[in-house]
C-alpha cells in the first residue's frame, strides 16, 4: 500500500503556477526543477495541483487535481456538458482572450517552426456569433452512454443508449447530449426528438465494438437562408427507418433534404457509400456574399458561414485581382473560393481530389453564371504539372486552401517552377502553413508581405490563417 501511495504522490504536482497556452490549447507552467507541466482546462494565472496523466523527462502532462487559486481571466463555462463531451475546450476564457492567444499560436508557428520573415500578426478577426456559429454538426448513436463517476458509484442499472459525441479519447463511449450551442435550432430539437423516437420504438443504437444495431449516425446540415438537412445513417435495413423518416416529416415540415444512407462498414465515413434523398431536393443552398452555392450530403463546406464570408473576402483583397489575371485555385472543394473571385480575374481553375466536389462546383458555377471557371478532379500533386500549365496557362495568381497535413512536397516544388507573381495562402493548421511557407520562401524566393488570423471556431484553440506572399 506504502507503494501505491508513493507512486500515487509522484504523479501529483503540487502549487504549479500556470503561465502561459501552448499548441493544441493546453496551458503549461514550469515545476520548481524546470520542468515543463502542460495541464487541460487550465488558463495562465491559475495555481493548481496536477494529476498527470503522462510523465516523460522532459516535460508532463495532466489535468486539474485541485484548483487553488482561480486567474483572473477564468469565467464560467456556459454549457452543461463542458468538460466532458471535449468540445468548445476554451469556454472558460473571455473571447478576447481567446482571439489574443489564437495570434499568438500563429506566430509562434512562424517564429519557430518557419524560422520565417514576416509583418506584424495583427489580432484575429473575431467571429460575431461566438454560439450557434456552425451550419453542420454530426451526432453519433452508442448502445455505450458515458457514464459520470457519480453514476457508477451509485450502483445503478442506468439506460446505456446515447445520441451525441464521443468521449475524447474513447471511440466506443458517447456522451449523450441535451443541449448543443454549436448549431441553432431546430438541430437540439430534432436530435432529442429522434432520440426518444428511437428509445420509445426500441429501435437499436449501434454498438461500434461489436458491429451490430440499427442506428449510427444523425447529420444535421443548415444554411444561413433558413434551408435544413438531415441525414440518417443505419447500420442495416429496418422498416421503421422510414416509420422514423416520416415521422421527422411530420413533426419537422420545413426540412428542405431528408436523406439516409445504410452503412455496412466499420467506419462511419459516407464519401464512398451511396446516400439516398427520402424527401425534397438533393441538396441545400448557402448564400456568401454576391454568391450562392450547393451543399450536398457529402460536400464539404466552411461550416461558420458568416466567417466564411471574411475570409473570402480576405482571400480577394490578398489577391489583388485587376481583372486579366488567370487564378488557379488548389484543393477548390466545392469551388465556393473560385467562384467567389471569378468575376475579378480573366480565368479561374479549380482543382479538388474528391470528384463529387466537382460535380457540386460545376453546379455551382452555372447556377452563379461564372463562365470562366474550369474544374477538375484529380490529386493536386498529380494534377499540377508543366503540361496542365501549358493547356490552362501559367497561373498569375495562386490561391491554396490545402487540408491541416498542408501541401504534399511535390506540390511544394511545382508551385516554385510555376512561379507565380502572387500565391494566397490559406490555411486551418498554423504548423503546416509555416512549413510550407518556409519552403515557398527558401525555394521559390517569395516575401510573406500580409497576414491575417481569422476565427472560424470560437471556444476551441482552433485558427484560420490567411497569407499574402509576393515573388520577389
Known amino acids: 500500500m506504502a507503494r501505491k501511495r508513493n507512486r500515487s504522490r509522484r504523479k501529483l504536482v503540487e502549487n504549479l503556477q500556470v503561465t502561459n497556452m501552448a499548441a493544441e490549447g493546453k496551458a503549461f507552467g514550469r515545476r520548481a526543477d524546470g520542468k515543463l ?55 472558460y476564457l473571455a473571447y478576447e482572450q481567446q482571439l489574443e492567444y489564437k495570434r499568438l499560436t500563429v506566430e509562434e508557428s512562424f517564429r519557430r517552426i518557419g524560422k520565417l520573415d514576416f509583418p506584424e500578426i495583427p489580432p484575429v478577426l473575431g467571429s460575431e456569433l461566438t454560439t450557434y456559429y456552425r451550419n453542420k454538426l454530426d451526432f453519433t448513436f452508442s448502445n455505450k452512454r458515458w457514464l459520470t463517476r457519480e453514476e457508477v458509484d451509485s450502483g445503478v442499472e442506468m439506460k446505456r443508449d446515447a445520441l451525441g459525441f464521443h468521449k475524447p479519447g474513447m471511440f466506443d463511449k458517447v456522451v449523450d447530449v441535451n443541449h448543443c450551442h454549436l448549431q441553432a435550432e431546430p438541430s437540439n430539437e430534432i436530435r432529442n426528438h429522434v432520440r426518444d423516437f428511437a428509445l420509445k420504438h426500441e429501435l437499436e443504437f449501434y454498438d461500434i465494438r461489436e458491429h451490430t444495431g440499427m442506428l449510427r449516425n444523425l447529420i444535421i ?114 469551388g465556393s473560393i473560385a467562384i467567389y473571385v471569378a468575376d475579378q480575374c480573366a480565368k479561374v ?21 461564372v463562365s470562366n471557371g474550369d474544374f477538375y478532379a484529380g490529386d493536386v500533386k498529380e494534377m499540377l504539372t508543366d503540361a496542365f500549365a501549358e493547356q490552362h496557362g501559367r497561373p498569375d495568381v495562386l490561391i ?50 500580409k497576414v491575417q488570423p481569422v476565427d472560424m471556431f470560437p471556444h476551441t484553440y482552433h485558427i484560420e490563417n490567411v497569407v499574402a506572399l509576393e515573388k520577389i
Open 37 to 91: 507541466i502542460f495541464v487541460e482546462n487550465a488558463v495562465p494565472g491559475d495555481v493548481v495541483n496536477v494529476l498527470l496523466t503522462k510523465n516523460k523527462k522532459d516535460y508532463g502532462i495532466g489535468k486539474i487535481a485541485d484548483l487553488l487559486e482561480a486567474s483572473e481571466l477564468r469565467q464560467p463555462a456556459f454549457c452543461e456538458h463542458f468538460g466532458v463531451c471535449g468540445g468548445c475546450k476554451w469556454q
Open 221 to 334: 446540415r443548415s444554411s444561413t437562408q433558413g434551408e435544413l438537412m438531415v441525414i440518417l445513417s443505419v447500420a442495416q435495413m429496418n422498416p421503421m427507418l422510414f416509420t422514423l423518416l416520416d415521422d421527422l416529416l411530420e413533426h419537422y415540415p420545413d426540412i428542405t433534404s431528408l436523406h439516409y444512407v445504410v452503412n455496412k462498414k466499420k467506419n462511419d465515413t459516407l464519401y464512398d457509400q451511396d446516400i439516398i434523398t427520402y424527401h425534397g431536393r438533393g441538396y441545400i443552398l448557402e448564400t456568401l456574399g454576391h454568391r450562392q452555392y450547393k451543399i450536398s450530403p457529402k460536400s464539404f463546406f466552411q461550416t461558420n458561414p458568416t466567417q466564411a464570408k471574411s475570409l473570402y473576402d480576405i482571400t480577394r483583397d490578398f489577391a489583388e485581382l485587376k481583372g486579366e489575371e488567370i487564378v488557379y485555385d488548389l484543393y477548390t472543394g466545392t
Open 349 to 369: 481553375v479549380g482543382i479538388e481530389e474528391v470528384e463529387a466536389a466537382i460535380v457540386d462546383a460545376k453546379f455551382n458555377a452555372s447556377l452563379n453564371e
Open 400 to 449: 491554396t486552401d490545402p487540408p491541416r497535413a498542408g501541401m504534399h512536397p511535390d506540390v511544394l516544388v511545382q508551385l516554385c517552377k510555376l512561379a507565380p507573381q502572387r500565391i494566397v495562402y490559406v490555411s486551418c493548421n498554423p504548423v503546416t502553413q509555416a512549413r510550407d511557407l518556409s519552403a515557398l520562401c527558401e525555394q521559390g524566393g517569395y516575401k510573406i508581405t
